[in-house]
Protein backbone atom coordinates (compact mmCIF):
# COMPACT_ATOMS: atom_id res chain seq x y z
CA UNK A 1 0.00 0.00 0.00
CA UNK A 2 1.26 3.61 -0.62
CA UNK A 3 0.44 6.38 1.65
CA UNK A 4 -0.71 9.70 0.28
CA UNK A 5 1.47 12.96 1.42
CA UNK A 6 -1.54 13.50 3.83
CA UNK A 7 -1.81 9.83 4.99
CA UNK A 8 2.10 9.49 5.96
CA UNK A 9 1.74 13.07 7.64
CA UNK A 10 -0.69 11.71 9.99
CA UNK A 11 0.68 8.81 10.75
CA UNK A 12 3.72 10.53 12.29
CA UNK A 13 1.02 12.54 13.82
CA UNK A 14 -0.37 9.78 15.86
CA UNK A 15 3.37 8.57 16.23
CA UNK A 16 4.10 11.89 17.95
CA UNK A 17 1.05 12.06 20.05
CA UNK A 18 2.08 11.59 23.85
CA UNK A 19 0.52 8.30 25.62
CA UNK A 20 -0.56 9.29 29.19
CA UNK A 21 1.00 6.44 31.10
CA UNK A 22 -0.22 5.46 34.49
CA UNK A 23 1.75 3.37 36.51
CA UNK A 24 1.22 1.75 40.31
CA UNK A 25 3.55 -1.19 41.70
CA UNK A 26 2.84 -3.27 44.64
CA UNK A 27 -0.90 -3.44 45.01
CA UNK A 28 -0.76 -6.49 47.10
CA UNK A 29 -3.84 -7.90 46.87
CA UNK A 30 -5.39 -9.67 50.32
CA UNK A 31 -7.76 -12.19 50.05
CA UNK A 32 -10.04 -10.49 52.39
CA UNK A 33 -9.95 -7.51 50.49
CA UNK A 34 -12.95 -6.45 48.76
CA UNK A 35 -13.22 -4.61 45.73
CA UNK A 36 -9.61 -2.74 46.29
CA UNK A 37 -8.81 -1.23 43.53
CA UNK A 38 -12.40 -0.86 41.15
CA UNK A 39 -13.09 2.41 42.16
CA UNK A 40 -9.27 3.62 41.01
CA UNK A 41 -9.17 1.80 37.90
CA UNK A 42 -12.43 3.42 36.58
CA UNK A 43 -10.99 6.89 38.04
CA UNK A 44 -6.93 5.92 35.67
CA UNK A 45 -9.56 4.84 32.87
CA UNK A 46 -10.68 8.47 32.59
CA UNK A 47 -7.69 10.36 32.93
CA UNK A 48 -4.64 7.73 31.03
CA UNK A 49 -4.39 5.87 27.89
CA UNK A 50 -2.71 3.27 29.45
CA UNK A 51 -2.03 1.38 32.82
CA UNK A 52 1.47 -0.35 33.87
CA UNK A 53 1.48 -2.96 36.91
CA UNK A 54 4.70 -2.99 38.16
CA UNK A 55 3.97 -6.39 40.15
CA UNK A 56 3.57 -7.17 43.68
CA UNK A 57 -0.17 -7.27 42.10
CA UNK A 58 -0.90 -10.39 45.08
CA UNK A 59 0.18 -10.72 48.77
CA UNK A 60 1.09 -14.07 48.39
CA UNK A 61 0.49 -15.58 44.70
CA UNK A 62 -3.07 -16.95 46.10
CA UNK A 63 -6.03 -17.78 43.75
CA UNK A 64 -8.36 -15.71 45.73
CA UNK A 65 -5.83 -13.08 45.42
CA UNK A 66 -5.65 -12.95 41.61
CA UNK A 67 -9.46 -13.15 41.13
CA UNK A 68 -10.10 -10.46 43.24
CA UNK A 69 -7.65 -8.40 41.10
CA UNK A 70 -8.87 -9.58 38.14
CA UNK A 71 -12.66 -8.74 38.81
CA UNK A 72 -11.20 -5.40 39.58
CA UNK A 73 -9.26 -5.05 36.57
CA UNK A 74 -12.22 -5.41 34.90
CA UNK A 75 -13.50 -2.12 35.25
CA UNK A 76 -10.18 -0.44 33.89
CA UNK A 77 -11.35 0.59 29.75
CA UNK A 78 -7.99 1.00 28.82
CA UNK A 79 -4.79 -1.46 27.75
CA UNK A 80 -3.00 -2.61 30.93
CA UNK A 81 0.43 -4.23 30.42
CA UNK A 82 2.28 -5.20 33.77
CA UNK A 83 4.45 -8.08 35.22
CA UNK A 84 4.45 -9.96 38.52
CA UNK A 85 6.98 -9.45 41.64
CA UNK A 86 7.90 -11.69 43.89
CA UNK A 87 5.11 -11.97 46.00
CA UNK A 88 3.37 -12.92 43.25
CA UNK A 89 5.33 -16.37 43.94
CA UNK A 90 5.27 -17.19 46.94
CA UNK A 91 2.74 -19.77 46.80
CA UNK A 92 4.63 -21.33 44.33
CA UNK A 93 2.33 -21.20 41.69
CA UNK A 94 2.88 -17.43 39.50
CA UNK A 95 1.84 -19.11 36.29
CA UNK A 96 -1.72 -19.51 37.72
CA UNK A 97 -1.40 -16.30 39.00
CA UNK A 98 -0.28 -14.70 35.55
CA UNK A 99 -3.92 -16.95 33.64
CA UNK A 100 -6.22 -15.19 36.13
CA UNK A 101 -4.92 -12.24 35.40
CA UNK A 102 -4.02 -12.27 31.79
CA UNK A 103 -7.69 -13.72 31.45
CA UNK A 104 -8.63 -10.60 33.31
CA UNK A 105 -7.09 -8.53 30.11
CA UNK A 106 -3.42 -7.73 31.44
CA UNK A 107 -1.23 -8.22 28.71
CA UNK A 108 1.79 -10.16 30.76
CA UNK A 109 5.36 -9.22 30.28
CA UNK A 110 7.72 -12.08 31.13
CA UNK A 111 10.27 -11.51 27.80
CA UNK A 112 7.21 -10.46 25.59
CA UNK A 113 6.76 -7.39 24.03
CA UNK A 114 4.00 -5.51 22.84
CA UNK A 115 2.91 -2.43 21.04
CA UNK A 116 -0.13 0.20 22.31
CA UNK A 117 -1.11 3.09 20.35
CA UNK A 118 2.92 3.71 18.68
CA UNK A 119 4.03 2.84 22.21
CA UNK A 120 6.51 -0.48 23.09
CA UNK A 121 6.45 -1.49 26.37
CA UNK A 122 9.06 -4.24 27.04
CA UNK A 123 9.77 -5.88 30.55
CA UNK A 124 10.00 -9.08 33.05
CA UNK A 125 10.41 -9.35 36.76
CA UNK A 126 13.78 -9.22 36.96
CA UNK A 127 15.80 -10.51 39.85
CA UNK A 128 18.15 -8.79 42.75
CA UNK A 129 22.04 -8.76 42.63
CA UNK A 130 23.07 -5.10 43.30
CA UNK A 131 24.40 -2.23 42.07
CA UNK A 132 28.16 -1.31 41.32
CA UNK A 133 30.81 -2.62 43.12
CA UNK A 134 27.95 -4.09 45.31
CA UNK A 135 27.04 -6.26 42.05
CA UNK A 136 27.09 -10.26 43.13
CA UNK A 137 29.09 -12.10 40.38
CA UNK A 138 29.14 -15.77 39.81
CA UNK A 139 32.12 -16.83 41.54
CA UNK A 140 32.90 -19.74 44.30
CA UNK A 141 29.93 -22.34 45.22
CA UNK A 142 27.23 -23.90 42.92
CA UNK A 143 24.32 -22.11 44.98
CA UNK A 144 26.16 -18.22 44.44
CA UNK A 145 26.23 -19.39 40.47
CA UNK A 146 22.81 -20.47 40.57
CA UNK A 147 21.98 -17.02 42.21
CA UNK A 148 23.75 -14.92 39.73
CA UNK A 149 22.19 -17.17 36.68
CA UNK A 150 18.83 -16.20 37.84
CA UNK A 151 19.80 -12.81 37.58
CA UNK A 152 21.30 -12.96 34.48
CA UNK A 153 18.35 -15.24 33.16
CA UNK A 154 16.22 -12.43 34.18
CA UNK A 155 18.36 -9.98 32.24
CA UNK A 156 18.10 -11.99 29.22
CA UNK A 157 14.38 -11.91 28.96
CA UNK A 158 14.40 -7.95 29.21
CA UNK A 159 16.98 -7.75 26.09
CA UNK A 160 14.64 -10.55 24.54
CA UNK A 161 11.72 -8.26 24.80
CA UNK A 162 13.48 -4.99 23.81
CA UNK A 163 14.62 -6.60 20.79
CA UNK A 164 11.47 -7.32 19.56
CA UNK A 165 10.28 -3.56 19.52
CA UNK A 166 10.89 -1.51 16.43
CA UNK A 167 8.91 1.64 18.13
CA UNK A 168 10.68 4.91 18.11
CA UNK A 169 9.20 4.97 22.27
CA UNK A 170 9.40 2.22 24.49
CA UNK A 171 8.76 1.56 28.03
CA UNK A 172 10.45 -0.47 30.26
CA UNK A 173 8.48 -2.51 33.06
CA UNK A 174 10.56 -4.63 35.61
CA UNK A 175 9.46 -5.28 39.24
CA UNK A 176 13.23 -5.21 40.67
CA UNK A 177 15.33 -2.00 39.89
CA UNK A 178 17.65 -1.12 37.04
CA UNK A 179 19.49 1.24 39.52
CA UNK A 180 20.57 2.34 42.49
CA UNK A 181 18.94 5.85 42.37
CA UNK A 182 15.10 4.78 43.20
CA UNK A 183 16.50 2.17 46.18
CA UNK A 184 17.87 5.16 47.96
CA UNK A 185 15.44 5.53 51.38
CA UNK A 186 15.98 1.65 51.63
CA UNK A 187 18.41 0.75 54.30
CA UNK A 188 21.63 0.48 52.27
CA UNK A 189 22.10 -3.37 53.94
CA UNK A 190 19.78 -4.60 51.92
CA UNK A 191 20.05 -2.68 48.38
CA UNK A 192 21.13 -5.47 46.95
CA UNK A 193 18.20 -7.40 47.32
CA UNK A 194 16.25 -4.14 45.90
CA UNK A 195 17.21 -4.63 42.08
CA UNK A 196 20.67 -5.51 39.67
CA UNK A 197 22.51 -2.96 37.46
CA UNK A 198 22.74 -5.80 35.02
CA UNK A 199 18.87 -4.43 33.94
CA UNK A 200 19.75 -1.23 33.78
CA UNK A 201 22.99 -2.10 31.58
CA UNK A 202 20.72 -3.58 29.03
CA UNK A 203 18.02 -0.76 29.09
CA UNK A 204 21.16 1.52 28.21
CA UNK A 205 22.11 -1.03 25.24
CA UNK A 206 18.87 0.10 23.20
CA UNK A 207 17.73 3.04 21.83
CA UNK A 208 14.18 4.76 22.49
CA UNK A 209 13.76 3.77 25.75
CA UNK A 210 11.86 6.75 27.15
CA UNK A 211 11.00 5.60 30.70
CA UNK A 212 11.81 2.75 32.92
CA UNK A 213 9.58 1.77 35.40
CA UNK A 214 9.72 -0.50 38.66
CA UNK A 215 8.76 -1.16 42.20
CA UNK A 216 9.12 -3.78 44.90
CA UNK A 217 11.48 -0.53 46.96
CA UNK A 218 8.37 0.78 49.21
CA UNK A 219 10.98 3.09 51.42
CA UNK A 220 12.83 4.15 47.79
CA UNK A 221 13.07 7.23 45.81
CA UNK A 222 10.62 8.20 42.99
CA UNK A 223 13.04 9.52 40.54
CA UNK A 224 16.68 8.33 39.16
CA UNK A 225 18.57 7.31 35.98
CA UNK A 226 20.51 4.82 34.50
CA UNK A 227 23.97 5.20 33.73
CA UNK A 228 22.99 6.36 29.85
CA UNK A 229 20.56 8.66 31.35
CA UNK A 230 17.26 6.85 30.66
CA UNK A 231 14.39 8.15 33.54
CA UNK A 232 13.52 5.90 36.09
CA UNK A 233 10.28 5.80 38.52
CA UNK A 234 9.66 3.71 41.37
CA UNK A 235 6.20 3.44 41.01
CA UNK A 236 5.80 1.43 44.51
CA UNK A 237 2.29 2.35 45.96
CA UNK A 238 3.52 3.04 49.16
CA UNK A 239 6.30 5.43 48.32
CA UNK A 240 3.52 7.09 45.65
CA UNK A 241 1.26 7.67 48.46
CA UNK A 242 3.39 8.45 51.20
CA UNK A 243 6.32 10.96 49.76
CA UNK A 244 4.16 12.23 47.00
CA UNK A 245 1.00 11.79 47.85
CA UNK A 246 -0.84 10.39 45.16
CA UNK A 247 -2.21 7.20 44.00
CA UNK A 248 -0.62 6.73 41.19
CA UNK A 249 2.16 8.01 38.87
CA UNK A 250 0.81 9.58 35.93
CA UNK A 251 3.68 10.22 32.69
CA UNK A 252 3.64 11.27 29.20
CA UNK A 253 5.50 9.23 26.79
FE1 LIG B 1 5.98 -5.01 47.28
FE1 LIG C 1 8.46 -7.00 45.75
Same mark, same amino acid.
Given at each position: ?36 ? /? ?59 ? /? ?124 ? /? ?15 ? /? ?11
Amino acid at each position: MTLSPDAANDTQAVSRTPLRLAAIGDLHVGENMERPY /RELFSKISQEADVLALCGDLTNFGKTPEAEILAEDLRACTIPVVGVLGNHDYECGQPDEVA /RILHEAGLKLLDGEAYEIEGVGFAGCKGFIGGFGRGMLSAFGEPAIKAFVQASVDENLKLESSLRMLRTERIVVITHYSPVQDTVEGEPPEIFAFLGSARLGETIDRFEGVTCALHGHAHRGSYEG /RTTGGVPVYNVARPLLN /RDLGIEYALLEV
